[in-house]
């Protein structure tokens, strides 16, 4: 599986930003995909998830409301629709996807992580 973030930039404080993520490879085996983010310093810490069988989502307290994980099956595409941006949004996001395997009775989980795109929010 590869992924490519696309859509990053700057933008004002109270403004708007979709990010892209595209998939290729063994998609159909991707169970999970996410947005994460990153600032210098700090661990990189989930933004949003979706399932890609159920469609259900998951967000961090600090993006509920503001910030939006969709997916198009067909494109095999990823987006983040980020909302009401604030200069604390400021950091590396990175998409991710999570393939889970069951092996006889062995669990098995492998992450793919993207390049990562900048976004950066002025006040």
């Known amino acids: 599986v590869q992924l490519v973030e696309s859509g990053g930039g700057l933008v004002q404080a109270g403004g708007s930003l979709r990010l892209s993520c595209a998939a290729s490879?063994?998609?159909?085996?991707?169970?999970?995909m996410g947005w994460y983010r990153q600032t210098p310093g700090k661990q990189r810490e989930l933004v949003a998830r979706?399932?890609?069988?159920?469609?259900?989502?998951t967000y961090a307290d600090s993006v509920k409301g503001r910030f939006t994980i969709s997916r198009d099956k067909a494109k095999n595409t990823m987006y983040l629709q980020m909302n009401s941006v604030r200069p604390e949004d400021t950091a590396v996001y990175f998409c991710?996807?999570?393939?889970?395997?069951?092996?006889?009775?062995?669990?098995?989980?492998?992450?793919?992580w993207g390049q990562g795109t900048q976004v950066t929010v002025s006040s």
């Open positions: 991710k996807a999570i393939v889970i395997k069951v092996v006889e009775t062995e669990v098995l989980s492998q992450d793919y």
């Open positions: 490879g063994s998609t159909f085996s991707i169970n999970i």
């Open positions: 979706i399932t890609t069988g159920s469609g259900s989502t």
